[in-house]
């Protein structure tokens, strides 16, 4: 209340700005990089969505050209442990020691896709993430 008995009128609380609109949609696509490794209902989704939207975004919007690269490094190596990884189990169940690797490579594909979302989540949020054991294939 002020000294004169009326009250003081109560300030809206100020709200922070929204990005810009190139900003959120750049964040937009950076997510999308991510995010479309979860197609893995379609062969090798994991690395065909990724593609797609770099190659499709990469000049529009440089950051997607960052994130693409990324995604795409990550879900590459995934495959590539998951591939070698199941012939190596495959292999090792003729001597009956094979089935000891199958949840391994079950664990990595599960990590690749935990890893994707963790990613989006990052990214969407406008921070960078650089994933873990990615090889770097695509420079």
């Given at each position: 209340?002020a000294?004169?008995?009326t009250p003081?009128?109560?300030q809206?609380?100020?709200n922070?700005?929204?990005?810009?609109?190139?900003?959120?949609?750049a964040?937009?696509?950076?997510?999308?990089?991510?995010?479309?490794?979860?197609?893995?209902?379609?062969?090798?989704?994991?690395?065909?969505?990724?593609?797609?939207?770099?190659?499709?975004?990469?000049n529009?919007?440089?950051?997607v050209?960052?994130?693409?690269?990324?995604?795409l490094?990550?879900?590459?190596?995934?495959t590539?442990?998951?591939?070698?990884?199941?012939?190596a189990?495959?292999?090792?169940?003729?001597?009956?020691?094979g089935?000891?690797l199958?949840?391994v490579?079950?664990?990595?594909?599960?990590?690749?896709?935990?890893?994707?979302?963790?990613?989006g989540?990052?990214?969407?949020?406008g921070?960078?993430?650089?994933?873990?054991?990615?090889?770097?294939?695509?420079?």
């Open positions: 209340m000294e004169t008995g003081t009128p109560i809206p609380a100020q922070p700005t929204p990005p810009n609109p190139n900003e959120a949609q964040r937009t696509w950076n997510m999308l990089c991510h995010l479309s490794a979860l197609a893995i209902c379609i062969p090798f989704g994991n690395i065909i969505g990724p593609l797609l939207i770099w190659q499709i975004k990469k529009e919007i440089p950051s050209n960052v994130h693409g690269k990324m995604a490094n990550f879900q590459i190596t995934v590539i442990a998951v591939v070698i990884g199941w012939v189990a495959t292999i090792l169940s003729f001597i009956r020691i089935f000891l199958f949840p490579v079950m664990l990595v594909a599960l990590a690749g896709l935990v890893f994707a979302i963790i990613a989540i990052k990214a969407n949020n921070e960078d993430y650089k994933y873990p054991y990615s090889l770097n294939l695509i420079k």
